[in-house]
């Protein structure tokens, strides 16, 4: 009896040291950035988004343009106004300020907008690429190296070349 107790003893304890030994997860790294980077649409967004920023750029400039001349206007005649017209003419300014600084701001939430817009396909594709190759090689966790700093990252956990080959890139 003592015998068939330190048996199932024995294999109890087989079971158990199999199944933490399973349970060990492999976790992968891979600069993400740099993957985005690498990928050919990358160009054509940046592209895209340079010209969509120019037409805010080339209005922004325009209204500097116009703030400046009726600045120095107002510099140059403000001794010869009358406190009505002074006091109009620096409203004036400082409306078109408020304008510039409303536009300014407006822009840049339509511009990040546009940026998320042209960029989710492109980010989709590279963490479908990711998700597929930590599948196919048994990875439970992938890091985005270009976020977090590892310290320590062995090559062979690096999951980069394994993407890039995924994906048809060089």
Not at 24 to 42: A, V
Request: hydrophobic share 40%.
């Amino acid at each position: 009896m003592k015998k068939l107790f330190k048996v199932a003893l024995v294999a109890v304890g087989m079971i158990f040291a199999g199944n933490f030994a399973n349970a060990q997860t492999k976790i992968g790294h891979i600069n993400f950035n740099q993957l985005i980077d690498m990928m050919p649409e990358t160009k054509t967004v940046t592209t895209q988004m340079q010209a969509y920023q120019k037409t805010f750029i080339d209005q922004l400039t325009s209204m500097n343009t116009e703030y400046t001349t009726k600045g120095q206007e107002f510099q140059k005649n403000q001794a010869t106004m009358t406190d009505a017209v002074r006091t109009v003419k620096g409203n004036e300014l400082q409306d078109l300020q408020k304008r510039m600084q409303d536009y300014q701001n407006n822009a840049q939430q339509q511009v990040d907008a546009k940026r998320q817009e042209l960029g989710k396909p492109l980010i989709d594709k590279a963490t479908a690429a990711v998700n597929t190759v930590a599948k196919e090689k048994g990875y439970a966790y992938v890091l985005d190296s270009s976020q977090v700093s590892l310290l320590v990252s062995p090559d062979a956990d690096d999951l980069m070349a394994a993407v890039k080959l995924k994906l048809g890139l060089k």
